[in-house]
C-alpha cells in the first residue's frame, strides 16, 4: 500500500519543466527562455552600474573597485533596445535638441543660402563610345 501512495504523489518540476509544460511550442519556449536571460543580463549590468558609482560603508569590509563602467553601460543601454526602450536626447528651453538648431533656423539657413548660390544646371554631353571585337575602345 505504501508503494501506491508514492506512485501519486508528483515529482517536483524546476523552471525548465515548467516552461516546458506551459507552452508546447519550442519556438515560444525559446523565446520566454531568451527573455528571462536578456533580464538576467540586465539585472546584473545594472547592479554592476550601482556598485560602480556607489560607495559602501566602510564597516562591511568590501574592497573599493575601480571600474571604468563604460563596457557595462552599453551592454545595460543595449539589452534595453531589446525591450525597445531607448533613450532620447532631452529638448532644451527654446525648442532645439540638445546641441542641435530650431526648424525655424534651419529655415532661415536653406533661404540664406538660396539667395548667395542660385541653382545652375549642368549638361553634359558625351560622344557615343563603340566597342570593337578586338577589345579596342573607340570614340
Same mark, same amino acid.
Given at each position: 500500500m505504501t508503494e501506491e501512495v508514492k506512485k501519486d504523489v508528483p515529482k517536483k518540476k524546476g523552471i525548465l519543466g515548467k516552461l516546458k509544460e506551459a507552452s508546447e511550442d519550442k519556438e515560444e519556449q525559446l523565446a520566454i527562455l531568451s527573455t528571462f536571460v536578456r533580464l538576467g543580463i540586465l539585472i546584473w549590468s545594472g547592479g554592476i552600474l550601482t556598485l560602480a558609482y556607489?560607495?559602501?560603508?566602510? @564597516?562591511? +569590509? #568590501?574592497? =573599493?573597485?575601480?571600474l571604468d563602467p563604460t563596457f557595462i @553601460?552599453?551592454?545595460?543601454?543595449?539589452?534595453? $533596445?531589446? #525591450?525597445?526602450? +531607448?533613450?532620447a536626447k532631452g529638448k532644451n528651453g527654446n525648442g532645439a535638441a540638445a546641441g542641435g538648431i530650431t526648424k525655424e533656423d534651419m529655415e532661415k539657413l536653406i533661404a540664406? $543660402?538660396? =539667395?548667395? $548660390?542660385? @541653382?545652375?544646371?549642368?549638361?553634359? =554631353?558625351?560622344a557615343p563610345i563603340k566597342i570593337s571585337t578586338d577589345d579596342t575602345y573607340k570614340m
Open positions: 556607489v560607495d559602501l560603508p566602510k @564597516a562591511l +569590509q #568590501f574592497p =573599493e573597485q575601480d @553601460a552599453s551592454v545595460f543601454t543595449g539589452v534595453l $533596445a531589446t #525591450f525597445g526602450v +531607448q533613450t540664406a $543660402a538660396k =539667395e548667395t $548660390a542660385p @541653382a545652375q544646371t549642368i549638361r553634359i =554631353e558625351q
